[in-house]
């Protein structure tokens, strides 16, 4: 009973969450390192806020602050003159290790593609941590990414997010205590996929009818779990001396609670709020479509990705809080992706409380978020939207921490976050711009011509030495 | 290219009281990139007819119907947007308005006859969406399959012409794993055929098992005034393909060439050039595990003529970028511009493609420095006229750019 205590004061479902919430933790933890003040440089702090000929100063892991302070007799002075810093970068949409590089068919583990729904499925079983793509993209900036599965399937699965640290396992990569997200998916994938096998779904309206159906099975497993919940509450109540007939009812009803469900745990953890909801959408109206399917069942739609035609709802998204996770210039691949243009991200930015990020899905975009992000910015601006450096880093930082439910632990340097940094060579809104350090909780992980601090995975090791024998 | 001496001559030779034709225009005070290795200088550009009349540091003298002032601003000429399949793909997989391959016909034939020219629709969205950014040309690709020799494509112009085809006809060869697998689980199948193909043109036509009478005399012609171009990236195979290019004495380029470095010696005493996408950092395949970002910066170094291609076609317009970070990996700035603007004509057949007099004039002010993000085309010229600048995406952007709408934004005409 000592166990289940803690969850009377509100919590729902607290068995299973518990139970989820133990299930292969991060094994993550930051090695300690000397104070680092990074000097003279030019901060985008990541809050749409820039600073001058400023100083930042790391100590403990996070950032100690960023102007003037106090520094340490054992700190280590980097003199930024001329350089740029912003937080670390973070991309809200990437397979690396789960279609890791080299991408041979044995590697192809991002789509669980037997069947429409697969919400059971955790994006993190898949992952490679020696993917050779999360030392480039370290390279490029990033310190923390989301790995999430494909757009096979209506329900692709939970997505994990991780720290850009290498490590022999994800657990070791695991952010700690980050919301989970669910992966689903709109559209031509799902239903040319199942359509193909001439199976559910092979339409849109399929696609619908199948998400209604999961919710409505979601929203009874819930339901089951607050009745057992509610009477183990009952029954810790008579035990404690009032002995009623209702909590002889209960204290039966204990006695068997609802057999958990892997599929239903990760659907009925969105509809709590508990998983972060991140839905592949492209077509402005289906994802009107969808916001009332979330109406309908009372959950919340974190993020529409891909979204090339965000920018015809973009107050609409910007009213719901949704925010919006795109590409700075790819349209095309597909008819439900032929309305993109260059302007999307700078439109969804532009409303009161609009959330543009730019993501990746993307081993190479992923290397340069910075360059994807001053293309938008530059369309933006072409287009009379007037937005700044210290705007725009936002699209790669903040927003990003906000849609993946870290915002309260890094995605800018606001004093008391994770000390997640980026020092760059100039302005990073440019092709020529690039990460001379790259900071993750404050130890240094990454140093540009230094061979010391550029970690290789363990598939380079020992390639292209024949020749040379 | 002609000197800047040679230039002022033919300003000089403007006969001084010159009617202005009615397409005559002059731009001022461009920083001109002329599509060498050369740094820009600033220029005035005065263009007649479609043509470029004159290019030097004050034609102030010259009236034109139109003037415009580059204020500084870089000029170049229309870029290069890779080998695509614009104009061959309007939507990549909407599988009817995919033009750039040959899949259903496999009959065990090699068809180098196969010609994606037949199928070019300069209507395609896609050709002003990439010619506002910029472009002015490309190289049209018969797309790669399960094939050996996937077909010819060439050069087009984005002049909106039905049949602005230009240089010599490419024939697309590949070499690698990847589609060696298809062929029969090697790439050692792909020479294998390609040996037998070639053994085949010096016997009777009904001896012929790999090629047709036509696909023999289209591979004849190619082999004669045409234009191989290998896909191969791993170091092996660009030196099994530089030996049988030497064999058959072929001309040919190297395109993918992940691994050119690993060879570039060969690569500079063959005089083959490569085209390769800079942005490739990752060993993707076993064919590219060597995969580095200062791949064109060590090929230009060891005298490798480099081209840039992205593999994207509705996002080639990106073909910028990808210059742009083989500068700051290293490739020397001007090698990059040549090979943005002339050195893809030059290879593959084309016009000359330069700011100089006496040619066509198509070419693009930019708001900043071409080979940067934070750049954009403000104004390209084709044929000597100014472009629309409008695309498709253009006219959604005017759609739903106001915040005013009346009855809504289906009323919105751009």
Known sequence: MDRILPCLAGLLACLALEALAEAFPSTYQAPTGPPILLQNATVLIGDGQRLDNASVYLADGKVAWVGKGDVSAHARVVDASNQWITPGLIDVHSHLGVYPSPGVAAHSDGNEATAPVTAEVWAEHSVWPQDPGFTRALAGGVTALQILPGSANLFGGRGVTLKNVPSISYQGMKFPDAPYGLKMACGENPKRVYGGRNQAPSTRMGNMAAYRSAWIRAQRYQADWDRYNEAVTDAAAAAEGDSSGASVASALLTNTPPRRNLELDTLAGALRGDILVHMHCYRADEMLTILDMAEEFGYRVGTFHHGVEAYKVADELAANGVCGALWADWWGFKIEAYDGIQENIALVDRPEGGCAIVHSDSDEGIQRLNQEAAKAMLRGNRAGLDITPERAIRWITSNAAKSLGIDDQTGSLAAGKMADVVLWNQDPFSVYAKPLQVYIDGVLRFELGNPALNPQSDFELGQLLGASQ | ?414
């Open chain 2, 1 to 414: 290219m002609k000197s800047i001496l040679l230039q002022w001559l033919m300003v000089a030779a403007l006969p001084a009281t010159m009617t202005v034709h009615a397409e005559s225009l002059l731009i001022t005070h461009g920083s001109v990139h002329i599509g060498d290795e050369s740094a820009a200088t600033v220029q005035d550009i005065y263009i007649e007819d479609g043509l470029i009349e004159a290019v030097s540091t004050d034609l102030s003298a010259l009236t034109a119907d139109r003037i415009i002032d580059a204020g500084g601003r870089p000029v170049t000429p229309a870029l290069f947007a890779g080998i695509t399949a614009l104009g061959l793909s309007e939507i990549g997989m909407v599988y009817e308005a995919v033009d750039s391959r040959l899949n259903e016909l496999y009959t065990g034939l090699m068809h180098p006859e196969f010609d994606v020219r037949a199928a070019y629709n300069p209507h395609s969205s896609a050709v002003p969406v990439t010619r506002v950014e910029g472009y002015g040309y490309t190289l049209l690709v018969a797309a790669p399959g399960d094939r050996t020799l996937s077909g010819q494509g060439s050069l087009v112009r984005f002049d909106g012409g039905f049949d602005s085809f230009e240089g010599d006809s490419a024939l697309f060869v590949n070499v690698d794993g990847y589609s060696g697998n298809r062929i029969g689980g090697s790439r050692a199948a792909h020479w294998m055929l390609l040996n037998s193909a070639f053994a085949e043109l010096s016997v009777a036509d009904d001896d012929l098992t790999l090629i047709s009478a036509r696909g023999k005399a289209a591979l004849k012609s190619a082999r004669r005034d045409g234009i191989f171009v290998f896909r191969a990236n791993r170091a092996s195979d660009i030196l099994q393909t530089l030996a049988f290019v030497s064999k058959h004495k072929l001309r040919a380029v190297i395109s993918g060439a992940q691994e050119a470095w690993l060879v570039r010696k060969a690569l500079a005493d063959t005089g083959v050039p490569v085209i390769i996408n800079a942005l490739d950092n990752l060993p993707g395949s076993f064919d590219a595990l060597g995969a580095r970002l200062d791949n064109a910066a060590l090929l230009n170094e060891a005298g490798v003529t480099v081209l840039f291609t992205s593999g994207e076609t509705h996002n080639a317009r990106k073909l910028r970028q990808v210059a742009g970070s083989a500068v700051a990996n290293g490739l020397p700035y001007g090698a990059a511009i040549a090979a943005m603007t002339s050195l893809p004509a030059e290879v593959f057949g084309g016009q000359p493609r330069m700011i100089a007099p006496g040619l066509t004039a198509d070419l693009v002010i930019w708001s900043g420095d071409p080979l940067d993000v934070n750049a954009a085309a403000d104004l390209v010229i084709i044929d000597g006229r100014l472009d629309s600048m409008k695309s498709r995406q253009t006219q959604l952007l005017e759609r739903y750019l106001p915040s005013e709408i009346g009855l809504g934004r289906s009323y919105i005409s751009p």
